[in-house]
Nanobody
């Protein structure tokens, strides 16, 4: 069992930066692929960025070059550094942990990011 707690969501102006954190409890954090997803009302949750235990990363085209995902296995934490934020980045951001064999999948409660002037 893994519990995920996101933090760092806030109201930020366009062009600004924000860092989200996701702290994971439980064991074997390094066995999980970690990811950030986002969802706006009325739409499906979509992948923003993922990072494997060997630090292989993947990004949605809409955030490439602006967002950076990283993880600290010693702290059981994954981060999402978001730069050059745009109004269309406004969403609830969710942290995800997917076990390496896809047998277990966990979600955090979400954190609101609002980009507005």
């Amino acid at each position: 069992q893994v519990q995920l707690v996101e933090s760092g969501g806030d109201l930020v102006q366009p062009g600004g930066s924000l860092t989200l954190s996701c702290a994971a409890s439980g064991s074997s954090f390094s066995d999980y692929r970690m990811g950030w997803y986002r969802q706006v009302p009325g739409k499906q949750r979509v992948m923003v960025a993922t990072i494997t235990s060997s630090d292989n990363t993947k990004y949605a085209d809409s955030v490439k070059g602006r967002f950076t995902i990283s993880r600290d296995n010693a702290k059981n934490t994954v981060y999402l550094q978001m730069d050059s934020l745009k109004p269309e980045d406004t969403a609830v951001y969710y942290c995800n942990a997917l076990y390496y064999d896809y047998s277990r999948d966990y979600w955090g409660q979400g954190t609101q990011v609002t980009v507005s002037s």
